[in-house]
């Protein structure tokens, strides 16, 4: 049994900033990776950023440096420091834990718009 819950989601102006936080409770291994995953309607889902166990990340390649994943081991939670946001980035974004199962959290809607 795993819970996520993400927050931190809202409305932003092209070249604004957001910070997505994700916080786990239930059983949560040492060894599980956690990640943000986004999903814009008409479009796949895919990938933002994964941070694993050891610290060690991975990014979506039109990040582009602009986004910063980090985690809090001891407190379970995972988060999504988002700077220069475009009207692309528009999405609902979505918390992942994996251990080796994938539980997902409800999803933030962050929206970029003037």
Known sequence: QVQLVE???GLVQP???LR???AASGTIFSIA???WYRQA???ERELVARVFAGGGTNYGDFVKGRFTISRDNAKNTVYLQMN???PEDT???YCNLRQPYDYWGQGTQVTVSS
Request: hydrophobic share 30%; charged share 5%; glycine share 28%.
């Open 7 to 9: 927050s931190g989601g």
């Open 15 to 17: 070249g604004g900033f």
């Open 20 to 22: 997505l936080s994700c």
């Open 91 to 93: 999405a609902v974004y």
């Open 84 to 86: 220069s946001l475009k």
């Open 41 to 43: 309607p008409g479009n």
């Open 33 to 35: 990776s956690m990640g």
